[in-house]
């Protein structure tokens, strides 16, 4: 026994000497393994930390994103800026729930979705498949929370227009992809669409401050006289800047669709219209320029004409022998067409070319249109463009002619990039040639000066009178103008009624268009709806509202010129 | 407590002066921090789930108070009385392991927990240290006893044991069930060219599972061959510790608990990571390293063999837990669902750990320096 009993403790105590030993080994496994732990916390925890940036993901898709530059305003407010819409497709290899379970999540945080519509997405054929593109922020939290890794987003991002309709024919739109429609966005789109040019704004000469004013009054006086569409156009008649252009109805560019109909085309770049006595001005000057007459010299507006068969009447008839300042004052057709006859055709002709009537205008957007022009130029064609009929022009053919007859004639054309541009750094600079050299001299400097007292005769005692603004002096055309009916002929009771001024017209700055197409007589203006009763209210609204906000300074009431020529007979409506 | 006298000869006054207080601290501290963290970590996937904000800080508080006083409870036994104790556990577990095979809850794919009242029971939480009791009986009665068959039984049960937790399915119980047996083997004295067969045979089957089970395949394939997105847990679990730095982003500060599922448990220590920064995790990671490498040290001095195989086998259960939870967060081993020892919220699993670690506490106590109505007159073995 006692042996045995020996060697049964020796082989007790050898095993609890190899059990002892073996401890050693695990120890050393356990030691290794923590330390191990260790060395991994501090190569993460300190050597990699980071402390800011949260997720890899949300780090690292930012810079892949194709930007399309921002365009803004003269002052650098945003008009049109990119927003990250991520776009939801489904990857079939990573889905974990089943196709009808996720179908029902997704059309539940979708609306416009189905869970048909879903669950037909989801199995198509192929592993990706988009489901919806851009979606909103919410949506796409609540995308997440769904949390299957088989939906995945993709960062893709949206162009906003903060304004919204604000701008929208300056600027217009672009599509689902980003592809421009109309507008700057197409006519700067090499540009904006550049990545290395990404982060330089496109700035514009638009002041969007204008353009709300602008907006807002011809909404109003749209409204006011029922009428179907309106327009309006402030200019920098010393730049050629456009700095508000406004068309209605208008569109929403931040819907993807862009404009749906005719009706909301840019009536100002692209609407050709026989815009009527605006046309004056530019006869007047041509006769002035060409030494036909002087401004005492005179017609015989007593009887009406006829020339090709059509009689034509004044609007205001005097009926009694008009000089020149009364004929622009008093707006008559008679008058003018006389002084027409005797500049006669060719001369006409030439400086009607020279006011840049005869083509398409220069401004930065692909939707303009050219001037509808007589096949022929005889007799009845001479007659009739010289009062602005027979002849159709968009708004800034006249707006760019009128600037050039008071900016002491230079032909500046019309631009929607902003001029001057060097206190903005890193702002794209186009065209730079605001050197007055450059521009065509169309009249005199002194026939410039003899234009502005006539346009601010016609505000003061003529058929403006409605656009006057205390304080400012103004100056300005009414232009009342039947619409051509399809099939020939005028009609009546379809007019473009417009106006065009400059203000302050001693040292003109801003010339100011507005029309309002087929406007409805009302109570107030006792059922007329002539330009003088729709449109000059609208432009003297607009004048008081824009004179203070661009800094023009207010003037005394200043010696009237010419108004001594006006016979006493003449004051009347 | 301080009041205690050496010569006090009640249960309670000879349980303080005999058991591992360092260790009893060492644990105290691990639910300290274990508290605060899942006070941090579980509002925020709680309210995700849609239960009340403190829903799991409630239960962990329970469970830490019945944990608690399991842990007391077993620490207060004789050694004999653990064997038995712990034999009787294991019985009880293979049969409750078999009843969840058949009326168990499913939850994720898998048949693992009883259903008691509102509080799910996972039954192979409690086999582990049962299991690894009734192993160092075997290893133990038959070193001292050469006729009995206890290698054959452990093997038979070990192969009872594994086919159960395999059938759940529960992958990362028999890899930890399997590590300790194969270790407790390894120490009871198995020959050295068994020890290479048995690794071999190791990797053969994580092979196996490598090729037969797709989700294994996945995730270790997610592991060497990350692919963007495809190892959300990981990449989030990373970035937590890249966040938190060494100081952390300050308490309740953490962006991670709010996107990872299992924020208050299997990943509360990348929580930690963000919020308290390196240095409490180098703290915790310490905590844990001391408890098992100490344990292992005081064991070179113990000479019975049972307690050597039982404590050993706890220990090395409860240092491989908390190294494969640590080392998932930290992005070193595959993700792989496993809680961190008194820290991370769950109940079957703390519970089972008081259950061990009061096991442990029992097994140290240091009956050979003072035997209890024995005045302490000698040193060492009387």
């Known amino acids: ?573 | 407590m301080g009041t205690f006298s050496r010569t006090d000869n009640s249960i309670l006054s000879t349980w303080w002066w005999t058991v591992d207080r360092w260790l009893l601290m060492s644990i105290a501290l691990l639910i300290t921090i274990g508290i605060v963290l899942v006070f941090g970590a579980s509002p925020a996937v709680a309210e995700r789930i849609g239960l009340s904000s403190f829903h799991f800080v409630e239960r962990q508080i329970v469970f830490l108070i019945l944990s608690v006083g399991a842990m007391f409870a077993v620490s207060l036994m004789s050694p004999v009385m653990v064997r038995r104790f712990g034999v009787i556990l294991f019985v009880v577990c293979l049969l409750l392991l078999g009843a969840t095979l058949v009326a168990g809850a499913e939850a994720k794919g898998a048949r693992r927990w009883i259903q008691i009242g509102s509080f799910t029971l996972q039954a192979s939480e409690f086999l582990k240290p049962a299991f690894i009791i009734f192993t160092a009986w075997m290893f133990s009665e038959s070193q001292r006893n050469p006729k009995f068959p206890g290698w054959k039984i452990s093997f038979v049960t070990f192969g009872i044991v594994v086919a159960l937790l395999i059938s759940q399915p529960d992958l990362g119980q028999t890899i930890l069930v399997a590590v300790v047996w194969g270790i407790q083997l390894f120490m009871a004295g198995l020959a050295w060219f068994w020890v290479g067969a048995l690794i071999a045979l190791a990797f053969f089957g994580l092979l196996v599972a490598y090729f037969t089970l797709p989700h294994v395949e996945k995730r270790v394939d997610n592991f060497f061959f990350p692919s963007p997105g495809g190892n959300y847990q990981v990449d989030l679990s990373l970035n937590a510790f890249k966040n938190g730095g060494i100081l952390g982003q300050g308490p309740g500060e953490g962006v991670v608990k709010k996107y990872l599922p299992d924020a208050h448990s299997d990943y509360i220590f990348a929580v930690a990571g963000e919020e308290f920064g390196a240095v409490i995790c180098l703290l915790i990671i310490l905590i844990f390293a001391v408890i098992v490498i100490r344990g292992f040290v005081n064991l070179l001095k113990e000479q019975d063999m049972f307690t050597v195989l039982a404590v050993a086998g706890l220990l090395i259960q409860f240092g491989t837990q908390a190294f494969i939870n640590l080392a998932v967060n930290l992005s070193i081993l595959p993700s792989k669902g496993m809680t961190l020892p008194f820290i991370s919220y769950g109940g079957s699993s703390m519970l089972s750990l008081a259950v061990g670690m009061g096991m442990i506490l029992s097994l140290t106590r240091r009956y050979s320096h003072y035997q209890p109505g024995q005045t302490a007159l000698t040193w060492g073995r009387g």
């Open chain 1, 1 to 573: 026994m006692k042996p045995i009993d020996l060697r049964m403790e020796g082989t007790r105590q050898g095993a609890i000497e190899t059990a002892r030993n073996r401890i050693i080994v695990v120890m050393a496994l356990f030691t290794l393994g923590f330390f191990s732990l260790v060395v991994k916390l501090i190569s993460v925890g300190v050597f990699q930390a980071n402390g800011t940036t949260y997720y890899q993901t949300a780090s690292s898709s930012q810079s892949a994103l194709m930007a399309r530059a921002d365009i803004v305003d003269r002052n650098g407010v945003i008009l049109a800026t990119n927003l990250k819409t991520p776009s939801l497709a489904i990857s079939k290899v990573d889905m974990r729930a089943s196709a009808e379970e996720l179908a029902q999540e997704v059309s539940e945080v979708l609306p416009e979705m189905e869970y048909e519509d879903v669950l037909a997405i989801m199995n198509a054929k192929g592993n990706h498949r988009w489901i919806k593109r851009k979606l909103t922020p919410k949506q796409e939290y609540d995308i997440r929370k769904i949390g299957d890794p088989g939906l995945v987003t993709s960062d893709s991002e949206k162009r906003i227009y903060p304004h919204g309709r604000l701008a929208a024919h300056i600027l217009g739109a672009v599509d689902i992809d980003n592809n421009p429609k109309l507008g700057v966005e197409a006519y700067f789109d090499e540009q904006l669409s550049d990545p290395a040019k990404s982060e330089e704004p496109l700035m514009l000469s638009i002041d969007i401050r204008l353009q709300h004013i602008l907006n807002q009054e011809l909404t109003s006086y749209m409204d006011k006289f029922l009428a179907k569409g309106a327009a309006g156009l402030v200019l920098d008649v010393r730049t050629g800047e456009v700095l508000a252009l406004s068309s209605l109805p208008d569109f929403d560019p931040n819907d993807l669709n862009g404009p749906k109909n005719l009706s909301e085309m840019n009536k100002v770049l692209q609407g050709v219209y026989e815009l009527g006595s605006g046309f004056k001005t530019f006869t007047i000057a041509s006769g002035l320029e060409n030494k036909v007459v002087d401004l005492s010299d005179g017609y015989d507006a007593t009887k009406p004409v006829v020339v090709g068969g059509f009689t034509i009447r004044d609007d205001h008839p005097k009926e009694r022998w008009l000089n020149i300042p009364e004929i622009f004052a008093y707006s008559s057709n008679i008058g003018t067409l006389k002084l027409a006859q005797d500049i006669g055709v060719e001369r006409q002709k030439e400086f009607f070319d020279k006011l840049g009537l005869f083509g398409k205008s220069d401004i930065e957007v692909y939707e303009k249109s050219g001037p509808l022009l007589p096949r022929q130029w005889g007799p009845t064609e001479l007659a009739t463009t010289a009062y602005g009929h027979g002849i159709a022009v968009t708004p800034l053919h006249l707006a760019t002619g009128i600037a050039a007859m008071v900016n002491g004639g230079r032909l500046i054309p019309a631009t929607l990039l902003r001029k001057n541009v060097s206190e903005f750094t890193g702002v794209t600079r186009i065209s730079s040639d605001d050197e007055s050299s450059a521009h065509s001299q169309v009249i005199s400097q002194e026939t410039s000066g003899i234009m502005r007292n006539l346009l601010h005769l016609a505000v003061e005692v003529g058929t403006g009178k409605n656009a006057k603004v205390d304080g400012y002096l103004i100056g300005g055309k009414t232009g009342t103008a039947e619409k051509v009916i399809k099939g020939g002929g005028y009609s009546h009771k379809a007019v473009i009624s417009s106006f065009i001024s400059v203000f302050p017209i001693n040292d003109p700055k801003y010339l100011v268009f507005a029309m309002l197409d087929e406007p409805q007589g009302i109570k107030e203006t006792f059922n007329l709806r002539t330009a003088g009763m729709t449109a000059a209210p609208m432009v003297g609204d607009i004048i008081r509202r824009i004179g203070p906000l661009m800094g023009v300074s207010t003037t005394k009431k200043d010696e009237i010129e010419y108004e001594d020529l006006i016979l006493v007979s003449g004051h009347e409506r």
